[in-house]
């Protein structure tokens, strides 16, 4: 995807970020001079890769051994020691037995199964502490045959290593920032984080960046099953083994899709966010399209060099069912996944179990999941393509639209290249160019919650036009931008007026006596969006064009999970979603568009939760006062003083919110031509801060939120403590459904 984003920078996507991206250049490294005659053995390309490493980049001139037909790129120089998509590679287990895994009843998770336990009260806790140490650097790799250089990697590696952990386990993972001059951050897609906001990841909503050089421990628990993935400019995917509804064979992991740009975040935002007055927004076009890191891009259409690359591989056994991990880790392009002449038995969305149903054709917005069972229908012999495409509902070149990946069959001869064309087979649903998820009436949560009928409601209008200035996008009559140096979540803490020093973060403080939030959303712009609600899964209430009637597609189970697809609307006729999901996690929870454009024009609301308990002492049960006192605080003084000391007071430019001016919020900002960004008004009216004045300003507001923090000290909640928060008992309506809410 983006290339020093190896996978999709959409901070703003209020996903993770990267700070100040420098243009990536693409230019064949001077040094590729050295050519490997392919063999039978395998030893040349195992040299290959060891000279790949030392920095020497091998082209062999015929097919590299352990690759399909026509590759002649090793796969160190493809993707590094990534061994995503590689032949052979191991199945996954049923669960992870190392680590002081106890088993009880043949299951880490024991009894609990996809139907008889509520996944968001009675899931399990194991103490079993899953730790991995992740460096987040840059790395010159070829993922579709075209060089490209500063591609950000984790471990060297794109996409980068698998994080794996059991139903109830805590997972910690230590970032380092190996980057010269960005910040950055870890987000963890899809994760409750319940009374944990400050481990969501989010800079400018839940923490400060972490500074190049610096490190940062994050510790969660996986209380959800299934598979997400990671973000941190780089992605890599992420898998909670738990229970199944339907049994299968063969687990064969993650199916990575992600579409392919050529320059970075930065230059495309740049781009799109360009002024009116100098001609209007040019539209990121991707120019390629990946699956697990890897696409053969047809080099007569390359601009820059090209060397032929290999395909991604999959390994089918007649007769058997295979599982496999769909996710979408792109940044503005919905995927349209099949399997020529298979049918996919799908088992979950997102981190949500559902009832099976097969389809032949699967669409994932960005950063949406569905987890399929594959049967194995074909030939020993067979040689098959696995597709994923992204015409219709994304901005691309057109040079290749239709990523592949070849499936072998345990007879096959494991080099040779399909040659059937595209056959969706019996079962074949939605259409290459329909921008939507499958139908709410098909996907039924495995477990039955009914909907609160008295949520607090929201609702948002959202558009696309000029602020005089730029072309931007809003909810209502607000438009969101972040400042890194103190998040949303300090502010609405420590400060009495709450985020009027800072009010574009457009944030809604829910009343304390909500039990459930219901948002409904009108799209009057042409384009879809993939929304994503962070801190919860939301229940999908309906879905359509027009005006929303009030009907619910099962209100005693609607659909559950954390992306979905908002379809395109217009002027006149705007398109319709419809969720919903219980007020029960305290902190600040964003809730946006998935396309890392839009969510940088704008496209996010914030809802904070349980405003009352954050900062409480811990032993109430919340966000406790040591991580924003011994974690938060700490990070956001050493950002703001390696920030200011660039010679540049760092703005939203890098969750994508560019040089703008937002309705006179900002009075002053542009780019410098390294991409760098000038000093941006704070308070309206005040003229440009020195960087002196920028200074006491922030030392002001984090005065004022240390004090709150110190007042409270030893303090017990003022009210609505945690024990009111939570039903003791679950609610059921008339029907004997438990009613899905948080309690007051």
Request: aromatic share 10%; with cysteine; net charge neutral.
């Amino acid at each position: 995807m983006l290339s020093d984003l190896s996978g999709g920078l959409k901070l703003l996507c209020l996903c993770f970020l990267a700070i100040n991206p420098g243009l990536a250049t693409n230019a064949e490294p001077a040094h590729d001079v050295a050519t490997v005659e392919g063999t039978t053995s395998g030893i040349r390309s195992l040299v290959g890769n060891v000279l790949g490493r030392a920095g020497i980049w091998p082209r062999a001139t015929t097919a590299v051994p352990g690759t399909c037909a026509g590759t002649q790129l090793v796969p160190y120089r493809q993707n590094g020691v990534s061994v995503w998509g590689m032949f052979n590679r191991f199945p996954l287990p049923l669960f992870r037995n190392d680590g002081g895994t106890r088993v009880n009843n043949g299951w880490p998770w024991g009894r609990i199964n996809t139907v008889n336990t509520n996944p968001y009260t009675g899931g399990p806790y194991t103490a079993v502490v899953r730790s991995y140490n992740f460096e987040l650097a840059e790395c010159d790799f070829a993922p579709d045959g075209v060089t490209t250089t500063k591609v950000l990697c984790i471990n060297g590696q794109f996409p980068g290593p698998l994080i794996e952990a059991n139903y109830g386990d805590n997972i910690s993972v230590t970032l380092t920032n190996s980057l010269k001059d960005q910040g950055t951050s870890m987000h963890w897609h899809g994760f409750l984080q319940t009374n944990a906001n400050a481990q969501d990841g989010v800079p400018g909503v839940t923490q400060c960046p972490i500074i190049p050089g610096g490190n940062l421990t994050y510790n969660f628990r996986a209380e959800l099953y299934g598979t997400s993935w990671y973000a941190v400019g780089a992605t890599g995917p992420m898998v909670i083994y738990g229970p199944s509804q339907v049994g299968y064979d063969i687990d064969l992991g993650p199916v990575i899709l992600n579409e392919w740009y050529r320059q970075n975040f930065a230059y495309y935002v740049q781009r799109y966010m360009n002024p009116l007055s100098k001609g209007g927004p040019a539209l990121p076009l991707a120019s390629s399209n990946l699956i697990n890191g890897k696409m053969r891009f047809p080099c007569s259409k390359a601009k820059t060099p090209c060397t032929a690359a290999d395909y991604a591989k999959f390994n089918f056994t007649s007769g058997r069912t295979h599982r496999l991990r769909l996710v979408n880790t792109g940044a503005g392009a919905i995927q349209k996944f099949s399997i020529d002449n298979h049918v996919m038995t799908v088992i979950a969305n997102d981190f949500m179990p559902i009832q099976p149903y097969d389809t032949s054709m699967i669409a994932l917005g960005v950063g949406q999941r569905a987890d399929v069972i594959v049967r194995a229908t074909g030939k020993p012999t067979d040689v098959v393509w696995m597709r994923s495409n992204i015409v219709g509902c994304s901005l691309n070149d057109g040079s290749l639209t239709e990523a592949l990946a070849i499936i072998y069959y345990e007879k096959s001869d494991h080099v040779s290249l399909p040659t059937a064309g595209p056959n969706q087979g019996p079962a074949a649903s939605t259409s290459l160019t329909s921008c939507a998820n499958d139908p709410l009436t098909k996907t039924v949560p495995a477990y039955p919650l009914a909907i609160d009928p008295t949520p607090e409601l929201y609702t948002f209008n959202i558009s696309l036009h000029s602020n005089g200035t730029n072309l931007l996008f809003y909810m209502n009559n607000a438009t969101a931008s972040y400042n890194y140096d103190v998040p949303a979540l300090l502010a609405v803490i420590g400060n009495t007026n709450g985020l009027s020093w800072w009010p574009s973060t457009n944030s809604k403080v829910l009343n304390h006596t909500a039990t459930s939030v219901r948002v409904v959303l009108y799209n009057y712009d042409d384009s879809a969006h993939p929304i994503h609600l962070h801190g919860h899964n939301a229940q999908i209430l309906n879905v359509g064009v027009g005006q929303w009637d009030g009907s619910i597609v099962r209100p005693d189970n609607p659909q559950r999970r954390d992306v979905f697809i908002m379809p395109p609307g217009s002027d006149s006729t705007p398109s319709f979603l419809a969720l919903q999901w219980p007020a029960n996690n305290p902190g600040m929870w964003p809730l946006h568009c998935h396309f890392a454009w839009h969510s940088s024009m704008g496209l996010v609301a914030n809802f904070f939760e349980m405003r009352d308990v954050i900062g409480q002492p811990s032993t109430h049960g919340h966000v406790p006062r040591a991580w924003i006192n011994d974690i938060i605080i700490p990070s956001c003084d050493t950002w703001h003083v390696w920030s200011t000391a660039q010679g540049v007071i760092p703005t939203d430019i890098d969750s994508g919110v560019k040089a703008r001016d937002l309705d006179g919020f900002y009075t002053d900002a542009r780019y410098e031509e390294d991409g760098r960004v000038m000093a941006r008004e704070l308070f309206p009216g005040a003229g440009v801060p020195s960087h002196g004045n920028y200074t006491s300003r922030y030392e002001r507001i984090m005065k004022e939120i240390k004090a709150q923090m110190a007042a409270s000290e030893g303090a017990e909640p003022d009210a609505h403590p945690v024990v009111v928060r939570r039903a003791k008992k679950p609610e059921y309506n008339a029907r004997g459904i438990e009613i899905w809410k948080g309690g007051v």
